[in-house]
């Protein structure tokens, strides 16, 4: 079975900064890109982030930009997200995904072969 688990999801007050993780099971992420996506109550899901397999290629949602930075450690098999300076507008339930190739598209996935279970983030004060 193949399964991405999530962590460092909380709630955070404005201004503040959480980390989440995204750890691989049953496979390695080295030849996958991996993505960060996030749904607000009634909106769709959008696109947050993305790291290509080797790590050296990053893309952005605009929201975002300057914000969250993607990295990711192949040798512990796990992808993280820094979220600081967070906003009420941040909150969302997070999802991390396995792309279906090695490299992004702009700052999602061109398609997704293993979705995580989702980790919620809410900025409140």
């Known amino acids: 079975q193949l399964q991405l688990v999530e962590s460092g999801g909380g709630l955070v007050q404005p201004g503040g900064s959480l980390r989440l993780s995204c750890a691989a099971s049953g496979f390695t992420l080295d030849y996958s890109a991996i993505g960060w996506f996030r749904q607000a109550p009634g909106k769709e899901r959008e696109g947050v982030s993305c790291i290509n397999s080797s790590g050296d290629s990053t893309g952005y949602a605009d929201s975002v930009k300057g914000r969250f930075t993607i990295s990711r450690d192949n040798a512990k098999n796990t992808v993280y997200l820094q979220m600081n300076s967070l906003k009420p507008e941040d909150t969302a339930v997070y999802y991390c995904?396995?792309?279906?190739?090695?490299?992004?598209?702009?700052?999602?996935?061109?398609?997704?072969?293993?979705w995580g279970q989702g980790t919620q983030v809410t900025v409140s004060s």
């Open positions: 995904a396995a792309c279906g190739r090695s490299y992004c598209s702009g700052y999602a996935c061109h398609n997704v072969n293993t």
